[in-house]
């Protein structure tokens, strides 16, 4: 069974950190390129960062960059996303996605990519 599973949200108060990790079953992630999304209520989901499989290129989205790294470690088939200096406005659920190709960037949209976590919540307060 292909599974995604997202871990590592909670609540954090402005200035902290969270790690998430996203597992994958029932499939390799060698594969596939990586994306980070995330969603608040009544918006669309968001992209975040990806990690390409082929040559471990990386995306971040401008509101993220210099604060939220993502890296990968195929032999746990897992992927993270650190994120530090978290902000208020970062607060969303958090999912992560698996594209079957070599390469993704910024304008990889999420109808593009072919398996979803269930995703995993975020709360940035004081």
């Known amino acids: 069974q292909v599974q995604l599973v997202e871990s590592g949200g909670g609540l954090v108060q402005p200035g902290g950190s969270l790690r998430l990790s996203c597992l994958a079953s029932?499939?390799?992630?060698?594969?596939?390129?990586i994306g980070w999304f995330r969603q608040t209520p009544g918006t669309g989901r968001e992209g975040v960062s990806c990690i390409s499989s082929s040559d471990g290129s990386i995306y971040y989205a401008d509101s993220v960059k210099g604060r939220f790294t993502i890296s990968r470690d195929n032999a746990k088939n897992t992927v993270y996303l650190r994120m530090n200096s978290l902000k208020p406005e970062d607060t969303a659920v958090y999912y992560c996605?698996?594209?079957?190709?070599?390469?993704?960037?910024?304008?990889?949209?999420?109808?593009?990519?072919?398996?979803w976590g269930q995703g995993t919540q975020v709360t940035v307060s004081s």
């Open positions: 996605a698996a594209y079957q190709a070599p390469y993704c960037s910024g304008s990889t949209g999420p109808y593009e990519y072919d398996y």
């Open positions: 029932g499939f390799t992630l060698d594969y596939y390129s």
